[in-house]
């Protein structure tokens, strides 16, 4: 008789506190059809609202709810990274809290899994309602990171994964600072399978995405796989370099020729506000690749867990 298979379900949690009771339901529904053992992982990445006292109590009464505490707020990946470390499993999948992953998705994944799938990650689909400058964002930066890293990504790939424990154990022993999941289970290879969905309404609260972390976490992503931004700085200083000379040279030959020598405040103000403006944004770029060493030279940990009921 085959062992009865056991999986893992993580859910990172920041300010969740309206959306974990009908997570856990939906959870629970999905699950009491499928022949497998299961147990639910939510990580409370330092919640302000009562997303904690939440979870403490629902896992009082059911014993497949399980809580970890994070000492602060580490941020969505090092909060996935902490439940994925500590679940103990078969397969583990990984998903939001938000009710915008569909549980109803999961038998899907757990399919192609038993097919032979050691990864089986999710695609989601467009959404009509999002703003055409949103849009364009997400696609220009999809574009641009398959043009930037070696590693190729798939536009609206999403954190809603299913990890075969082999993956998870590989997984589990990255330490690098500024996670980028993404990229990584990208990376590791493995046999994987893509599975369109097309996300839900966010069931309760609103969205902690904001511009200025989707661009953070963008320019994280395209720094944290690839180091082509440092060769176009480069080819970017000998072009300019090279224009510079070729409009030097042409200068003398002006002045050879006609005797005359250019002028103008202008543009020698706005040359020496251009190139000092590509000086900075090339100190920039390294800047950037020479901060992720210092912070990884530190071998901090990605969390701090403070307190969990994870026993097993």
């Known amino acids: 008789m085959s062992k009865v298979k056991k999986i893992a379900v993580v859910i990172p949690s920041y300010n969740e506190e309206g ?25 409370d990445d330092g919640s302000s609202d009562n997303t904690l006292f939440k979870l403490k109590e629902l896992s009082q009464k059911d014993d497949k709810l399980f809580f970890i505490e994070l000492s602060r707020n580490f941020g969505h990946q090092n909060a996935l990274k902490a439940g994925v470390d500590i679940a103990k499993a078969d397969a583990v999948i990984t998903m939001d809290g938000d009710m915008q992953h569909p549980p109803e998705l999961i038998p899907q994944l757990i399919q192609k899994w038993e097919e032979g799938y050691d990864v089986v990650y999710t695609i989601r689909e467009e959404d009509k309602n999002l703003s055409f400058f949103k849009k364009k964002t997400s696609k220009s930066f999809y574009n641009l990171m398959n043009y930037l890293s070696e590693v190729k990504f798939e536009p609206g790939t999403a954190d809603f994964r299913l990890m075969d424990k082999k993956v998870v154990e590989v997984f589990s022993d990255f330490s690098e600072n500024e996670l980028f999941i993404r990229g990584l289970v990208n990376w590791l290879g493995f046999k994987q399978f893509g599975i369109d969905y097309k996300p839900a309404e966010r069931f309760s609260g609103k969205s902690k995405y904001t511009i200025k972390k989707m661009m953070r976490f963008a320019l994280q992503g395209i720094t944290s796989f690839s180091t082509r931004p440092l060769y176009l700085a480069i080819f970017l200083g000998l072009g300019i370099s090279g224009l510079a000379f ?25 040359t020496v506000v251009f190139f000092g403006g590509l000086n900075l944004i090339v100190m920039g770029i390294i800047g950037i690749y020479v901060g992720k060493l210092f912070m990884q030279s530190k071998n901090r940990p990605n969390y701090l867990i403070k307190e969990t009921n994870y026993t097993k």
Do not use: C, P
């Not at 959306?19 to 990580?43: K, Q, R």
């Not at 070729?246 to 706005?270: E, P, Q, R």
């Open 246 to 270: 070729m409009l030097y040279v042409g200068y003398v030959i002006y002045s050879l020729y006609f005797g005359h020598v250019i002028s103008g405040w202008a543009s020698l103000i706005s």
């Open 19 to 43: 959306n974990i009771e009908v997570m856990v339901n939906t959870l629970h529904s999905v699950f009491d059809t499928l022949n497998y053992h299961y147990e639910f992982i939510f990580v």
